[in-house]
């Protein structure tokens, strides 16, 4: 269960943004893994607001991109979508392949709030 | 106009009745590893470790693979030839640096307590434990687990992954996560592969190649010696290689 120590990265980070934008709150977060990352989305997801609680992320909503795994190879040059236990080629079948998409463990983007949503008045259903 | 309640005036949220402001977010592009700080500090652990020309080594396994008997026997082999140091992590007990310490070489034991891999961190608090003059190859023995270790860089310059003939010839397949950044695979307790009956290390090979990983496969007994000269061999040959990329930044310094 290493998504938890990788939520106190991503919320070490974020806070840190936060802050130095004087932010009041972290609205969503944007994180990209690839199916390569070896970190499990829906762990991460499940782990975030544990570590989150108390803090300006505390009701961020956390978005996750799964990028597919792509490799090129570097026998007949071609780009194939693959499986992570599977990196061939897919016209020509060798291994001899770089993978250039699929490993990607990345803080994307935040949204951030100056304040909490402000009440400014009672509304009146009539 | 307010598309819920037909209200006039500025656009606003029903939340329970009350009005908030609906105020728009602002988006800040971010694009960092999200294991940013660790690998900024695995940078930096590596700065140190070249500083100090010394090779280091990630060792990573399932648990009962074999890592430390390994060591045990690689500090024998290099006894006279070059000094190894050990970093040790596991959950609880300082027994591997014993065993370690008993076999002739510099230990130091993380306990990670609950944790399941060592990060740059805890490395980094490690060296500070660990003289690293007149060492010439660290070994760091990771937290047995074949999933978490493989997501955190410790500063290492090779990670090395091994696979005991007890356990299935599909843990490439299995695991491909860790697998794939293997430098070199080692197939351990090779004296019970007749006992075992149904490891191929063929079998390996292949799963470990389908990961599109070219690194070499050592067929290695620590009990018996079979494949431990081969094994030697790619150390010495890492670690000069280690001399002269560290000699090359001197000279262009």
Redesign the interface.
């Known amino acids: 269960?290493?998504e938890l120590?990788?939520c106190e990265?991503?919320l070490?980070?974020v806070l840190a943004?936060a802050t130095e934008?004087g932010?009041g709150r972290v609205?969503?977060i944007s994180?990209e893994?690839g199916p390569?990352?070896?970190?499990e989305p829906g762990s991460l997801l499940s782990a975030f607001p544990l570590v989150a609680a108390g803090t300006l992320c505390a009701t961020a909503i956390v978005e996750i991109q799964t990028a597919a795994a792509e490799?090129e190879c570097t026998i007949c040059g071609a780009v194939s979508g693959v499986k992570?236990?599977?990196?061939?080629c897919g016209a020509c079948g060798t291994?001899?392949?770089?993978?250039i998409s699929g490993d990607e463990?990345?803080?994307?983007?935040?949204?951030?709030?100056?304040?909490e949503?402000?009440?400014?008045?009672?509304?009146l259903?009539v | 106009m307010c598309e819920i309640?037909g209200?006039a005036g500025d656009a606003?949220?029903?939340?329970e009745?009350?009005?908030?402001?609906n105020?728009s977010?602002?988006?800040?592009?971010?694009?960092?590893?999200?294991?940013?700080?660790?690998d900024h500090q695995a940078e930096h652990n590596r700065a140190h470790f070249d500083a100090a020309g010394v090779l280091v080594v990630n060792l990573m396994s399932s648990p009962g693979s074999g890592k430390t008997s390994l060591l045990e026997a690689t500090i024998h082999a290099l006894r006279g030839r070059l000094t190894v140091a050990v970093i040790e992590g596991d959950l609880e007990t300082e027994n591997d640096a014993r065993r370690i310490r008993a076999a002739g070489a510099k230990a130091v034991q993380i306990t990670t307590g609950n944790?399941?891999?060592l990060?740059a961190a805890m490395v980094h608090a490690a060296l500070h434990a660990l003289d690293l003059q007149g060492v010439d190859i660290l070994f760091i023995e990771n937290v047995g687990n074949l999933?978490?270790p493989?997501?955190?860089d410790l500063g290492q310059h090779r990670n090395v992954v091994l696979l005991s003939v007890t356990e299935g010839d599909d843990k490439?397949?299995?695991y491909?996560?860790?697998f794939?950044k293997a430098d070199l695979l080692g197939i351990t307790k090779l004296d019970l592969l007749a006992a075992v009956g149904d490891f191929a290390p063929d079998r390996a090979a292949f799963?470990l190649?389908?990961?599109?990983?070219?690194a070499p496969i050592l067929e290695i007994s620590a009990r018996s010696g079979a494949g431990m000269a081969s094994w030697i061999a790619w150390l010495l040959t890492e670690h000069d290689a280690r001399q002269h990329a560290h000699k090359g930044v001197h000279i262009h310094a």
Do not use: Y
């Open positions: 269960m290493h120590a990788i990265a991503v070490c980070q943004i934008h932010a609205a969503r994180l893994i390569l990352a070896g970190v490799v992570p236990n599977r990196l061939l291994w001899r392949v770089a993978l463990m990345q803080l994307r983007s935040v949204e951030l709030f100056d304040l949503p402000k009440q400014i008045g009672r509304h259903h | 309640c209200c606003h949220v029903h939340i009745g009350n009005i908030l402001l105020q977010g602002k988006q800040i592009d971010v694009l960092h590893a999200m294991l940013h700080d660790n944790a399941c891999h990060d999933v978490c493989a997501a955190f490439p397949q299995k491909p996560v860790m794939r799963h190649r389908n990961l599109a990983n070219a």
